[in-house]
């Protein structure tokens, strides 16, 4: 019968195979291949130490920042923009999400847009921007989403827009979470 040779161990054959060497063979190449186990699994702990040691590191020195801004009611007068709130971001990019209720009325359309402007319906991008039909007899909300990245201290407005005819109350609220 021919011998088998595999990782330069020779394994035995035919009755060599019941054998005291057959079982140290075995043995051997168990215990190398749980050094190799042992050692890969160091070598990625190391890895995951390193990872986790360096985004400790940037967390510390930029901590996660949340911005939460929600003012009282504004009266938002018919045909005219108003601000509902205002808020300053840091050098970084961030998450904003802004967001306007609109006290019950039932008639005319609702605006919000986050702009760089008090008073005013110029929005910084498409993004910035949620336009709304009255519901009849119930709140009426604008909200939006959007990423900025900010390259030096920089104030934002949100502000709102209502034609039903008479004065309604608004509320704003963004909150802002920068990602990097």
């Not at 140290?24 to 390193?50: C, G, S, V």
């Not at 390259?151 to 309604?168: M, R, V």
Request: aromatic fraction near 10%.
């Amino acid at each position: 019968m021919q011998d088998i040779v595999l990782d330069n161990i020779k394994f035995p054959t035919g009755e060599e195979r019941d054998g005291a060497r057959f079982r140290q063979i075995q043995e051997e190449r168990l215990n190398r291949n749980f050094r190799r186990l042992q050692e890969d699994a160091d070598e990625t702990h190391k890895n995951i130490d390193t990872r986790l040691s360096s985004v400790e590191e940037y967390l510390f020195a930029n901590p996660l920042k949340v911005l939460y801004v929600s003012p009282s009611g504004v009266s938002v007068s018919n045909n005219s923009w108003k601000t509902i709130a205002s808020f300053t971001l840091e050098k970084g990019i961030w998450l904003v999400t802004a967001f306007a209720q609109f006290n019950k009325n039932a008639t005319g359309i609702r605006c919000a847009v986050l702009s760089r402007t008090q008073d005013s319906d110029s929005a910084i991008r498409s993004m910035s921007r949620d336009n709304q039909v009255a519901v009849n007899g119930d709140l009426s909300y604008c909200r939006f989403v959007d990423i900025y990245e900010i390259s030096s201290p920089e104030t934002f407005y949100l502000n709102s827009y209502q034609n039903s005819g008479s004065a309604i109350t608004t509320y704003g609220r963004v909150y802002a979470v920068r990602l990097v």
